[in-house]
C-alpha cells in the first residue's frame, strides 16, 4: 500500500492563499479550520488519482477533529478524493517521531511506500521521505511531480 502523510498548513493552505481570503472580504477569512486551497487540493487528488495512495493525516488539525472519522468529515467537503485511512498519535515530539509510531504500529497495512507533504522538516530518520513545501506557497506542481514519481517508481 501506498500512503501520504499530510499535513494541512503550509501544504493544503498557504500564506498566499489566507492572504488572498483576508483582502477578498471572503466569508471564511476569520474561520481558520476553513482555510483549505482548492487548488492545493487539485493538486494531492492528482497525486492520489494517480498512485492509488491513501492518507494518513500527520497534521496539527488532527486535534482540532479527532479521530480518523472526525478529520475525514472535516475534510471531504473540501473535495479530497483520497482515502483518509488514519492520523498519527499525538506524542509532543517531533513529526517524524510520530510518523514513525504510525508505520510501526500499523505494519499489517502492508504500507510498501509512503511520502511525507510538510511544511516543516523535523522528521528526523525520515527526512529522506520528506517532500517539502513552503507555508509562503503550499502544495506546487514541482511537488505533485515529484510525489507522483516517488510513489509510483
Do not use: C
Amino acid at each position: 500500500m501506498k500512503v501520504i502523510f499530510l499535513d494541512l498548513d503550509g501544504v493544503a493552505n498557504s500564506n498566499k492563499f489566507i492572504t488572498h481570503l483576508r483582502q477578498t472580504n471572503s466569508p471564511i477569512r476569520y474561520k481558520p479550520d476553513q482555510w483549505i486551497d482548492p487548488v492545493a487540493v487539485e493538486r494531492l487528488n492528482r497525486i492520489t488519482d494517480t498512485t492509488k495512495a491513501n492518507i494518513v493525516i500527520s497534521s496539527s488539525w488532527r486535534l482540532d477533529f479527532p479521530g480518523t472519522t472526525g478529520i475525514t468529515n472535516h475534510l471531504k467537503p473540501f473535495g479530497i478524493t483520497g482515502k483518509i485511512i488514519g492520523v498519527t498519535k499525538y506524542l509532543g515530539a517531533d513529526r517524524g517521531s510520530e510518523i514513525q509510531r504510525y508505520l510501526d504500529e500499523n505494519k499489517d497495512k502492508n504500507i510498501d511506500k509512503f511520502i511525507i507533504l510538510d511544511d516543516n522538516s523535523d522528521m528526523e530518520d525520515l527526512i529522506d521521505y520528506l517532500i517539502q513545501t513552503s507555508f509562503e506557497d503550499g502544495l506546487l506542481d514541482e511537488h505533485v511531480e515529484l510525489a507522483i514519481k516517488l510513489l509510483n517508481d
